[in-house]
């Protein structure tokens, strides 16, 4: 019975927190916004959900499975690189160098920087 | 000799030239001359037993049950043309050594002729119609070859084609005829039909039979409307104009209607088709004749209105009618071929055939002005030469022949062609040899070498003999032939001299007439260039242009390369065809009930609807449509799941994503954006066939799945006995690595292909043009730096054994639960692909040493090797066998043999995604891309080790 | 649940064909990874559907799903994935070398640059 | 008790399925699809969790292992190709 | 020998566990085989590991995983408070720059994950020479309090960890 | 079981991997391997006809599974005659492709060589019908492989257009596939003839779709009209030897039809004269799209293309009659038009790499001239089916099983019309070819050096890959590739001269395909010692 509530109430809570990440990404006015909303909130879905899932079989399936542990560490280990990359994918698309706060006044983060990072018109092209 | 042997002769012959092509014009024309005269021999050497009345015959089987077989025979009308062809064919072989260049080709020549030479030999002697057309159909060819011998002449060319086209109009259609009469008669066989003139005669198809038959004879006769051709073949050699359209192949047709006089004549059809157009041929082609200014072209015409006239002769059906077509095809041969060889003579030495630059060659040229001038005054049909023989007999039958109850129309106009012929003939003998002499030929005429005289000659003086002495010198031939045409026994008698009837009146008219006619021919010219007249060669021009035109719109409108209407033709194929198929068929109805619907698949359906219709909304922003295309992915995993279906969720969804990455990598080059190029109204078209394909697809799908199984499925037994025989509990493993194990081999054969297939493709870009495109890349877009991301490495770092952990797991427990050899390779290309994506090419590369292509083929030998393997078992290829292997306190693993089928599956699946990617990656290093020696851009932790 | 997935297997027959009848090479990359979707889900769909039944033995399970069909789909999806893979490459080594991505065949395929003597041969 | 919280859950998901489409199709950046795509498949992992609850076996974990997996490396080729075109240099 | 046979000693821990996760089977012929997993993958996947992996003080990781835990639980709550009832105009989004003193990538990539996990922040960039982080805040009337939070509460004990 | 049945996959099978894997980089090993698979091959299919000859269906049962369950080979008279083709063809233009040099021009000719060999075998052996699917695909992506080998523009777009429209039609296989499953519950070809047989009257709409939609898969391979679009521009791009090579694949198409409509859905099924009735109407259409096209044509390589559809037209029309005599004259013709069909396309790939392009349109004088020019002549002969050749005698078998059938007029007049327009085409073009550069450059012109030093055009330069393929350093042997192309042309004549044996043995196939029982009964009955 308690496991029984401590499961209904892990389901509930991951239903919950993944419908509010998701609907934060419908509803958050702008996309660096918007990418708070899934990262967090869908990794505690997802995490409460498989928690049930982990704790369900043991005591209600009659059978032991662990592969729910595995897919968390999976999602957690993955989730902030994902989230990086949409971050640095946003920043390239619809952010300019100078609207960010520099890491050093001569530096840039990395997304800004590098030799090839100019336009495509100061490319030298030697045959044409 | 054996007819076939007589048969058989030329063609050889026609090997030597080609075999001693360097040797010279001695040696080809008399290796083929002794053929010739060997078979003329040969053939000789039956006339006792001809005339006695047998029929020598041969016989091989070549295609008995299409009842094609090698079969000859000689009679008498076979003995007629066949001393014709190989007696002229002597002659013109002596000729045309002394005509040809030296420069000429003479090997293939002397080729071509025997060739020839054989196929009309075979014509006349076959007894089998099927046979006969081989060799009817070959002397279209060989006449196609000699006709355009110069070829650098546009005339041979052309004329060739023409001819080509035109006798190969009626073999064609004579094809036709022959099958039907064969059909009717039981078999093709010249002896069998013979004996069938009642039930062939009697047939609903004898009128067409006949009809395309004479289509066939008409054509290669030159019979009007067909004469065209003729002129234009004159474009050949002389020796060839002489050979093959004055003696023999246009004799073919004549000989054709010969053979078959006794089951295809007699009837109505026949007069009115056969005589008909032998008496328009005859007059109208006379007429042509007197006009033409090229030598070769009047004696064409004039072959042409004599054919016709032998074809009228036949064409009577009456006995008389065919001893005089018999004899007038002898006379017509000797005084032809002559008269050829003479104007090749004139052609040769006078540097001209045009009339209007030749004239009084007389005292110049004796010898060819002698044999000219006998030869043409037999074609006049002037005593006593042998042409009047025949003239007289001819004008015999037309006085006697009623044609729709008009008993003189038929002489009237045969009068009229004798009247023309006469004029033509006095034109040749007038305007080339008579007259002043002139001093502007183009070269210096006068008599040639013996090698050329000869042959003329030789035929001069047969016009005379038979002309004086018809019944000792040439009625034996007649009687022969004729006997065989008409199945009666003949015994002709000629006579120059029949007392004052009508033929010689009408003869008399036609001499006077003619001269009366030469006297007018100036003023006749130009009133006749006056005045329109059709003009065959510029009708079959203006056809050949027209149906290449319509062929080239035809085909251009058919096959224009494009896509979009291959596949529009095809979804309406499908569509209309199956729905066809089902509808005339009977559907039980739907008989299975429906599952319910829950909340997750109802969600999921709408979602599938709405990225679909997005994905086609939005297919022009690439990238969007790759987002959705996961997107879709991802919900077909999710339906396979829901519908019990885990392995083909875990191939689909890891075969998609390396999809992506595969798209994404090529999109690198390609446009981003799809540019709208198809107007609305194709779109609109191409939505309606969308729409409709999709609905029959849709409906197809619904009715299967609302119907059971007509027969309980195989897969009954396969869920029997995976586990007891196939050693696994996963069925649907056990299928793919045991009970239809040679279908995963010949899937991850093609995935090999295909991998091999790309690295080819992409070494052959980097060779060519695109690799020196791709060395002046210019990206498209604006690119960010970060080009290996530390968390990235450190990441995938990680992931990378934790993967390879994942994916020995799924591959070993794959032949019990869902996993495999497929998907396990999936996991780890991924992983590795993950190691290329964060750390770079060169580097990953660098840490791997596989070489990709070494996987492909040792994952297909491995999954050979296991089938092989049961080989040595006596068992078939790909039995497996299975057990339990326990080690000593270790992991307890069913191994069964399949799982080293598995591995090879495993081991191509990772060959081949990675050399696939591999690839692609080179064709973007090619842009220029600098290589990295360390896995990410900065290391702040070496940085700290170098301070 | 048949007319959903039916529907569903229509819809994506419907854009794949949209798609293939397209004019550039990658939209007919798209509409033959649709089709092939929907032809997957078509031949799975032959089996018929169950729930919950996955083709695993089990003890005390008494109902499976066809295997068989299945089977044949993952034969299906692997081969198709090669496929795809080769369409796509061969599509960049034809806009490289062409420098368009149109699929139609040019005109120059099927007709001669300049007609120099061409006719009358 | 369990049975309702997963009909919850399950309701949560799928509702939060549709929200993500919504962002793939209307949204201002390349970006935003691609969180929401990844966001598609973390809920997927949680739907297919919650089936094998709803059903009692585990079967289907793996599929959601690969998924995981999948989903990682399709967001980062996305995000890459955006950054970099070429996503593996 | 350790040293050849383990060059990642803790990876092989990790793949250990993997396996007995994967095969969700605790016995003695599982372990052994993970065993041999352990230190047969780590051998393969050596050359993708150039640079020595360690840890200076393993034992506080167990310490740091729950506070993280609980830090995700309590980041849950905070943002999902914010989408469900934080009205646009109210929200303060910020920038903010961390400068780093961790150096070691691994430790760089664990303070990058934990701060995207945990409230209301995400890592979105290094800087060129990798030496600090930025850092976007969902609601941060306050920057410089949630940079301090940082620096204190998570990369002090990621450093007493690795370095 | 006979092991050599198995041969005809296995040996391409293996031979294509050992290539990859060991000789990657050797390409005079790779010639010699591959040659000596490919005659192995040729000896295994003379081994084949040889047993088959007694009549008996031999079954060779994969796995060891029993009938329905398992995947089966089956070899009978058809199946042994079209392995034995394949194979003769195959060598003869894989010493053609060694001659002219084309295996060089890119990476991995033999490999794929050997793949698509595999693939086409294994599709004429195999009882299954699933499995047949699967060698489609095998031999599809070798020869998309093979048909881009050598690269260039066009080339590649006719490769993008070969394979998508490829890919649909496996699309439909697979549809058609699923619906045969769906109704019948099997997928081995005998049992799936036998419940066909059984079919209860009340249900079989679902099956005749599914009917149907499997043999518009088998008129894509074949290019019936309207299913055409596809070949000209993939052929005339191909190299020539493979181009040569791919006159078996439409054969295919025309095996499988065969295989499909004698054993599975005869008339006296449920599916009655539904495949007869599409097939002749599509038939006659091709054919005189094929030969129109040939008149249509301004290009060679199109020209052999439109050659190559209008003999699958005279093809089916025979084949669609559905009686034993018309489907033996079906079966003289596809081998005589397999070799007629490859002769031509390498007769035009000697014309395109001595004049650079293939445009039907003036040139100079072509090195060996004569020698080609009489290569060409022959061989159009044979393809428009003029005397003394194969295809006279195989168009009088076609013409005399159609003498007595309903459409029997619109049949001939079809065939004897459209062939005039072809002998008009081909003549044409060939004077073109071969006799008026003579009118540019005069009579007395010394024909040019015999032996081209590389014959350039069409064919790209040599490649430089990564990995260096040996370099023979020789120049294509001239000779090799002219004796090829004869060897093509000795098997015309062959089939001329043996017409009474071949088609001997053309009606033993036919009757044993018509009566489908032993075929069945072999498959499904005696199957001791199996699983
Ligand atoms: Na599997
Ligand atoms: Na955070």
Known sequence: MIWEIIISVLLVTGGFFGLVGSYGLVKLPDPMTRLHAPTKAATLGVGATLTASLIWFPTQGGQSTWHELLILLFLFMTAPITGAFIAKAHLHLGWDADELPRPEPDLHWATFAGPENESVLDRKTPDE | MSPALIALLPFIGALLPGLLIRSGRDVAAISCGTATFIALLGLCLHIPAIMAGEVITARFEWLPSLGMNANFRIDGLGLLFG???????????????????????????????????????????????????????????????????????????????????????????????????????????????????????????????????????????????????????????????????????????????????????????WFYLVATTGLLTMVSAAWIAIFRDDLKSLLAFSTVSHLGLITMLLGFGTQGAAVAAMFHIVNHATFKAALFMT??????????????????????????????????????????????????????????????????????????????????????????????????????????????????????????????????????????????????????????????????????????????LLALNPGMLAMRDAVWRPDGKRAFDAITRGATGVARGFTERFTNGSMSRALGALSMTIVATGLWAFSTGRYQGASRPMLEVGVVPLTGWILLMVATACMVAFHRLRILALVLVSIIGLIVSGTFIYLSAPDLALTQISVEVVTVVLLLLALNFLPKYTILDSADRKRGLDAFVATVTGLGFGALSYCIMRSDFAFPPISGYMLENSYKLGGGSNVVNVILVDFRGYDTFGEITVLGIAALTIFALTETLLAGASGRRLRNWVHDSLRAGDRHPMLLVVVTRLILPISLVVGLFIFLRGHNSPGGGFVAGLVVSIALVSQYMASGFSWAQERQSINYHAFIGAGVIAAGITGIGAWFAGLPFLTSTYGYVKLPGIEEFELASAMGFDLGVFLCVVGAVMLGLNSLTRIARQTGATVNLEPMDVDPSKEAEHR | MEFLLSSAIGVLTAAGVYLVLRLRTFAVVLGTTMLSYAINVFLFSTGRLVVDAPPVLRYGAETYTDPLPQALVLTAIVISFGMTAVVVLMALGAFLEGGDDRVDMPRADRLPDHRAGDDGA | MIGYALYFAFACFGLALLFCLFRVVFAPGLADRVLALDTMTINMIALLTLFGIDRGTTIYFEASLLFAMVGFISTVAFAKFVLRGDIIE | MMRRLFPHPWLSVVLVLTWMLLVNRWAVGSLLFALIIGIVVPLMTAPYWPNATGYSRPGRIPAYLAIVIWDIVKANFSVARIVLFTPRSALRPAWITVPLELRRPEAITALAGTITLTPGTVSCDLSEDAHALLVHCLHAPDPDAVLDEIKTRYEARLKEIFE | ???????????????????????????????????????????????????????????????????????????????????????????????????????????????????????????????????????????????????????????????????????????????????????????????????????????????????????????????????????????????????????????????????????????????????????????????????????????????????????????????????????????????????????????????????????????????????????????????????????????????????????????????????????????????????????????????????????????????????????????????????????????????????????????????????PAVYIGSVLQGQEGTK
């Not at chain 6, 009655?272 to 799209?289: C, I, K, M, S, V």
């Not at chain 6, 072809?422 to 073009?429: H, N, P, T, V």
Request: glycine fraction near 10%; aromatic fraction near 10%; charged fraction near 10%.
């Open chain 2, 83 to 269: 001393i014709l062809i190989l007696g002229i064919g002597l002659l013109i072989i002596t000729y045309a050594r002394y005509y040809l260049s030296r420069n000429d080709p003479v090997g293939l020549f002397y080729t071509y002729l025997m060739l020839f030479q054989g196929a009309m030999i075979g014509i006349v002697l076959s007894d089998n119609i099927l046979l006969l057309l081989v060799f009817w159909e070959l002397t279209s060819l060989s006449s196609f070859l000699l006709i355009g011998y110069w070829r650098h002449l546009p005339e041979g060319r052309q004329g060739a084609r023409i001819a080509l086209t035109v006798t190969a109009l009626g073999g064609l259609a004579m094809i036709a005829g022959m099958l039907i009469l064969g059909n009717i008669a039981g078999s093709y066989d010249i002896s069998d039909i013979l004996q069938a003139r009642e039930a062939i005669q009697a047939s609903p198809l004898y009128v067409p039979a006949l009809v395309l038959i004479l289509l066939g004879a008409f054509t290669k006769s030159a019979q009007f409307p067909f004469h065209f051709w003729l002129p234009h073949a004159m474009a050949a050699p002389t020796p060839v104009s002489a050979y093959l359209h004055s003696a023999t192949m246009v004799k073919a047709g004549l000989f054709l209607l010969a053979r078959l006089w006794p089951v295809l004549s007699g009837t109505p059809e």
């Open chain 2, 343 to 516: 104007a090749g003579i004139i052609d040769h030495e006078a540097g001209t055939r045009s009339i209007s630059r030749l004239g009084g060659l007389r005292r110049l040229m004796p010898i060819t002005f002698t044999i000219g001038t006998l030869a043409a005054l037999s074609m006049a049909g002037v005593p006593p030469l042998n042409g009047f023989l025949t003239k007289e007999m001819m004008l015999q039958e037309t006085t006697e022949a009623v044609w729709f109850g008009n008993g003189t129309v038929l002489y009237v106009f045969g009068t009229l062609g004798a009247l023309f012929s006469v004029c033509y003939s006095l034109r040749f003998v007038t305007q080339v040899f008579l007259g002043p002499e002139r001093d502007d030929y183009p070269a210096h005429p006068h008599d040639p070498g013996f090698g050329l005289l000869v042959g003329p000659a030789l035929l001069v003086v047969l016009v005379v003999l038979i002309g004086m002495f018809p019944n000792t010198s040439a009625a034996w031939l007649v009687a022969a032939s004729s006997s065989a045409v008409t199945g009666v026994a003949q015994d002709p008698h000629f006579a120059l001299w029949h007392g004052v009837n009508l033929a010689l009146k009408l003869s008399l008219t036609a001499i006077l007439g003619g001269l009366l």
């Open chain 6, 1 to 515: 079981m006979n092991h050599l049945l198995i041969a005809p996959v296995v040996l391409p099978a293996v031979i294509g991997p050992l290539i990859i894997m060991w000789m990657r980089n050797d390409l005079l090993l790779q010639r010699v391997f591959s040659i000596v698979g490919t005659a192995l091959l040729a000896v295994v299919g003379i081994y084949l006809n040889w047993i088959a000859a007694s009549g008996e269906v031999f079954v060779y049962r994969l796995g060891n599974w029993a009938a329905p369950f398992g995947i089966v080979l089956v070899l009978d008279r058809l199946a042994a005659m079209m392995v034995l083709l394949t194979a003769v063809l195959a060598l003869a233009v894989q010493l053609y492709a060694v001659g002219s040099g084309w295996d060089r021009k890119g990476w991995h000719f033999h490999a794929l060589w050997q793949f698509q060999l595999m693939g086409i075998c294994g599709a004429f052996l195999t009882g299954d019908a699933f499995n047949l699917f699967v060698f489609f695909e095998v031999l599809l992506i070798a020869s998309y492989g093979l048909m881009i080998h050598g690269g260039g523009e066009m080339r590649l777009r006719a490769g993008v257009q070969y394979i998508a429209y490829n890919l649909a039609g496996s699309t439909l296989f697979l549809a058609g596939l699923g619906v045969l499953y769906s109704v019948t519950g099997t997928l081995n070809m005998a049992d799936m003839a036998m419940r066909v047989a059984q079919m209860p009257a009340e249900d079989t709409a679902l099956l005749r779709a599914g009917a149907v939609l499997t043999m518009l898969v088998f008129a894509i391979k074949a290019a019936l009209v309207p299913l055409h679009f596809w070949l000209p521009s993939t052929y005339a791009n191909a190299p020539g030897p493979v181009a040569a090579l791919f006159a078996i694949m439409t054969k295919v198409g025309v095996y499988a039809i065969i295989r499909f409509y004698t054993l599975i859905f005869p008339q006296d099924a449920v599916t009655e004269t539904l495949l007869g009735d599409l097939l002749l109407p599509a038939a006659l259409l091709t054919l005189a799209l094929g030969q129109v096209g040939i008149l249509g044509t301004r290009h060679l390589g199109r020209l052999a293309s439109y050659a190559a559809i209008g003999s699958i037209g005279t093809l089916v029309i025979a084949v669609a009659q559905y009686t034993p005599q018309a489907t033996s004259a079906a079966i003289y013709y596809l081998i005589h038009s397999t070799l007629a069909t490859g002769a031509l396309f390498l007769v035009v790939d000697l014309i395109g790499a001595r004049r650079g392009d293939l445009w039907l349109r003036l040139d100079r004088v072509m090195p060996g001239n004569g020698m080609i020019a009489a290569l060409y002549f022959i061989t159009a002969i044979a393809l428009v089916g003029m005397p003394p050749f194969s295809g006279f005698v195989g168009k009088l078998l076609v013409l005399q099983a159609t003498a007595d059938v309903s459409w029997s007029v619109t049949i001939w007049s079809v065939i004897l019309i459209t062939s005039l327009i072809a002998i008009y085409g081909l003549s044409r073009a060939g004077s073109l070819v071969f006799w008026k550069c003579y009118e540019v450059e005069g009579p007395d012109r010394p024909e040019a050096p015999k032996d081209p030093a590389a014959p350039s055009g069409p064919i790209p330069p040599r490649l430089e890959p990564d990995e260096q393929i040996q370099d023979l350093g020789d120049a294509p042997a001239n000779w090799l590739a002219l004796t090829a192309t004869g060897l093509l042309l000795a098997g015309i004549v062959a089939m001329t001269v043996l017409a009474g044996p071949a088609v001997r043995m053309a009606e033993a196939t036919a009757q044993q395909l018509h009566d």
